[in-house]
């Protein structure tokens, strides 16, 4: 099963509204990377962080790595038609070769 | 630059018949992955290489299912004998070299089983 719980499931908002997601675990991850996907697209890499306490962004989008090494959160700022998908945490442990785990992802949809 | 490419991008067969998925990564990247994606369980690890070693299959969910990678630009996925259950989307994703966990996700194949 899943290791990573990823909240909320689903999240319907209006246009021009921020948003904020977070994925915990009560493992310790090394690196946490956010992914989004379209509707029939594969996943597409957002935002990697590597350290405890980390916080970057990448346009409207921020993503902190918590300080505790078991979450981590994702905030959109003056959310657009076109942030609707599907946001995926993903996880990587120490001593876990490449191997990422997934949260069971988040589905934003905006209101226009 | 191309991202991954997977082939086909939908494929309808019937239970028992055998179903080849088939993946080129992006080229210069030296890992490859394999994930099932369901409803039900999300985004699953099946399988990944390295230099086109296969180095942990322990997603693989039975005997039904293969992985091959014969050289650094292809690899397939093999279902015989497919099953209803094997319906889902299945991703290749590949990493460049020093960046391995920065996976970069084809657009997946669409398997429907009956």
């Known amino acids: 099963g899943q290791q990573l719980n990823q ?10 509204e921020d948003v904020s997601m977070n994925c915990t675990s009560s493992s310790i991850f090394n690196t946490w990377l956010w992914y989004k996907q379209d509707p029939g697209e594969g996943p597409v890499l957002l935002i990697a962080l590597y350290k405890a306490g980390e916080l970057t962004s990448n346009g409207r989008l921020t993503a902190q ?3 505790t090494r078991k979450d981590s959160f994702l905030n959109i700022s003056a959310s ?23 949260g069971g992802g988040t589905r934003l949809m905006v209101k226009p | 630059d191309a991202g991954v490419i997977q082939s086909p991008r939908h494929e309808v067969t019937e239970m028992g018949q055998e179903v080849t998925l088939r993946c080129k990564p992006i080229s210069g990247h030296d890992y490859l992955f394999w994930y099932r994606q369901t409803m039900m369980r999300g985004l699953e690890l099946l399988i990944y290489f390295n230099n086109n070693v296969p180095i942990d299959d322990s997603g693989m969910p039975e005997d039904r299912f293969s992985a091959k990678m014969p050289n650094a630009s292809f690899s397939t996925l093999k279902i015989q004998p497919s099953e209803p259950r094997d319906s889902a989307v299945y991703f290749c994703a ?18 429907t089983v009956l």
């Open chain 1, 80 to 102: 657009i038609p076109s942030d609707v998908g599907i946001y995926f945490c993903a996880g990587q442990k120490r001593n876990a070769g490449n191997m990422l785990t997934f």
């Open chain 1, 65 to 67: 790595f918590g300080i």
């Open chain 2, 94 to 111: 590949s990493t460049p070299p020093g960046a391995a966990n920065e996976q970069f996700f084809g657009p997946g194949t669409r398997l």
């Open chain 1, 7 to 16: 909240s909320p499931q689903s999240m319907f908002i209006q246009e021009g």
